[in-house]
């Protein structure tokens, strides 16, 4: 069923309203992007204090964002593959493991990233 995207503000609108849908849901059924939006909730006042110059803030605010987008792109690959079927086949493991490996590597960065901003 496709969406009716039209054009002009109206679009913007449906666009905001599709989004926030989708924020809702990863939120209400998927456990890891609850706890990614707590550490991001504890660490955003955190990454005000530490970063010195708006481009470190930006830096620091940019890789806890980095995390939450991937997150969401993950949740999305795993709710195709459900969707196509429930039975185990090798592309399907290979897709959901693609996508926990860029998770896990969304993750690797921000402390990277936050040490190298704050060690220098």
């Given at each position: 069923?496709a969406?009716?995207?039209?054009?002009?503000?109206?679009?913007?609108?449906?666009?905001?309203?599709?989004?926030?849908?989708?924020?809702?849901?990863?939120?209400?059924?998927?456990?890891?992007?609850?706890?990614?939006?707590?550490?991001?909730?504890?660490?955003?006042?955190?990454?005000?204090?530490?970063?010195?110059?708006?481009?470190?803030?930006?830096i620091?605010?940019?890789?806890?964002?980095?995390?939450?987008?991937?997150?969401?792109?993950?949740?999305a690959?795993?709710?195709?593959?459900?969707?196509?079927?429930?039975?185990?086949?090798?592309?399907?493991?290979?897709?959901?493991?693609?996508?926990?490996?860029?998770?896990f590597?969304?993750?690797?960065?921000?402390?990277?990233?936050?040490?190298?901003?704050i060690?220098?």
């Amino acid at each position: 069923m496709a969406k009716e995207s039209g054009t002009g503000i109206g679009r913007l609108v449906r666009a905001l309203g599709w989004s926030m849908s989708g924020l809702r849901t990863t939120f209400r059924k998927e456990e890891a992007f609850r706890q990614e939006l707590l550490s991001c909730i504890i660490l955003v006042p955190l990454a005000f204090y530490l970063g010195e110059t708006g481009m470190e803030k930006a830096i620091l605010l940019g890789s806890l964002m980095l995390v939450l987008i991937v997150e969401l792109l993950n949740s999305a690959v795993e709710a195709v593959v459900d969707r196509v079927g429930t039975e185990e086949h090798e592309l399907a493991a290979h897709a959901k493991d693609m996508g926990s490996a860029a998770v896990f590597l969304s993750l690797l960065n921000v402390p990277i990233v936050w040490l190298l901003v704050i060690l220098t």
